[in-house]
Nanobody, 118 residues
Framework: QVQVVESGGGLVQPGGSLRVSCAVS????????FGWYRQTPGKQRELVAV???????QYVDSVKGRFIISRDNAKNTMYLQMNSLKPEDTAVYYC????????????WGQGTQVTVSS
């Protein structure tokens, strides 16, 4: 069974930093594209950042220059370094892992809570 597990969330003050992780296990194959999404109550899930299997990245405008997505392919693990955090970054952050195929196989983690508050 493929498992996707986020970790590293918590409470941080505005302007602070936090790094969340996503570990994928139970697969014989490496993750192709990884993505971080976030969701607050009553809102649609929002794509925050994406990293391809080749390491190309893309970010939603609101986090550009503040967040950095990265990956360790040997560990099938993805990270999101969040700097200069703002209260509006508060959300449950979800990991999305995609495996190459036709169609691709997609898996989601359970989410990790990030709260930015003074």
């Amino acid at each position: 069974q493929v498992q996707v597990v986020e970790s590293g969330g918590g409470l941080v003050q505005p302007g602070g930093s936090l790094r969340v992780s996503c570990a994928v296990s139970g697969s014989a194959f490496r993750v192709d594209t990884f993505g971080w999404y976030r969701q607050t109550p009553g809102k649609q899930r929002e794509l925050v950042a994406v990293i391809t299997g080749r390491g190309l990245t893309q970010y939603v405008d609101s986090v550009k220059g503040r967040f950095i997505i990265s990956r360790d392919n040997a560990k099938n693990t993805m990270y999101l370094q969040m700097n200069s955090l703002k209260p509006e970054d508060t959300a449950v952050y979800y990991c999305n892992a995609n495996f190459y195929g036709d169609p691709p196989l997609t898996f989601w983690g359970q989410g990790t809570q990030v709260t930015v508050s003074s």
